[in-house]
């Protein structure tokens, strides 16, 4: 039985999935979740990036709402359905708080696992200097909150810019709720303010 502490030695790394229109973007964004999930969809190169350029056009509910995402934040209300990922996400890098590979749910001592990669979650952010952080559920959001917010705030980086955003497989996200988002620049908020979240039930 694969647990998810055993599973430690498995990392994933967070390249963009197209490194050249990255490097070229004038306006680049993080999108951030919890932790990779291997044992349910496993893809061999573990890599973020890579398993982006191989979804297929018509995609899936994860990365249509990663893509939805992308476009909301852009200004824009196109259907990911109609997009490729090229199209959508070539200012984009989508990682994890933590690279260790785990299960469908967060599972164990979530917060260990974070701990011992917020300096390479804060190295990514500065080294990108993105416009927006977006924090993928409320895992996510909890433990940037508490561990790596606090490190950047110190560090006199409060310049970065987060908003929290459902976890992108949540059955009622994606492109249908791009609506209820509504303009998400007012949302979007330096480390002295509260972080902004929205839940497809409740709202902001």
Partial sequence: MITVEAN??????????????YAAAQV?????GAEPNGISDPFPERDMG????????????????????AEAIAGRQADPRHLTPAESLAGWRIGDLSPEEAGPAVEGDFASRVGRHVESVIQMI??????????????CQREFEAQVAPVLRARGEG???RVGLP?????????????ELGPLDEKILPLDRPLQTFSPHRGW
């Fill in 8 to 21: 430690v030695s498995a990392l994933w790394t967070f390249q963009p999935p197209f490194p050249d229109l």
């Fill in 28 to 32: 680049r964004g993080i999108m951030l």
């Fill in 50 to 69: 890579a398993w982006f350029r191989q979804v297929p056009r018509s995609g899936t509910r994860y990365a249509r709402a990663i893509m939805s995402y």
């Fill in 126 to 139: 500065l080294k990108d200097r993105p416009r927006v952080v977006v924090l993928l559920g409320v895992h």
């Fill in 159 to 161: 310049w970065v810019r």
């Fill in 167 to 179: 976890h992108p497989t949540l059955k009622t996200c994606g492109y249908f709720t791009l609506k």
